[in-house]
């Protein structure tokens, strides 16, 4: 029996640009974001929750939006919810069902 390596030698030779890993994200209030407790027990698979969006980092932060500040509704939880959704949502077709 033989095993197949997942292991790969590629090794990307594209480099970020300096002044990209100086960006700051967005806050919560200018993207949209809010958390809404209804929701908390809800199937994040389905809908337009931060769970299933290509910018949701699992287990509770978002590539483009800070998990610091108050959402538009004033609520501040330090984190970027997977029940919680914003104006940047854009479907992860990994995740959504």
């Not at 806050?27 to 958390?35: A, D, I, L, N, R």
Request: charge should be neutral.
């Amino acid at each position: 029996m033989s095993i197949m390596s997942t292991k790969s030698n590629f090794v990307s030779t594209q480099k970020i640009p300096q002044e990209a890993t100086q960006l700051n994200k967005l806050t919560k209030v200018s993207s949209g974001y809010m958390e809404i407790s209804s929701f908390k027990d809800s199937d994040t698979h389905r809908g337009y929750f931060c769970y299933n969006c290509i910018y949701f980092l699992k287990p509770n932060h978002c590539a483009i939006v800070t998990d610091e500040g108050q959402d538009i509704q004033g609520s501040v939880s330090g984190i970027i919810a997977p029940y919680a959704v914003c104006s940047l949502w854009t479907p992860n077709e990994k995740e959504i069902k």
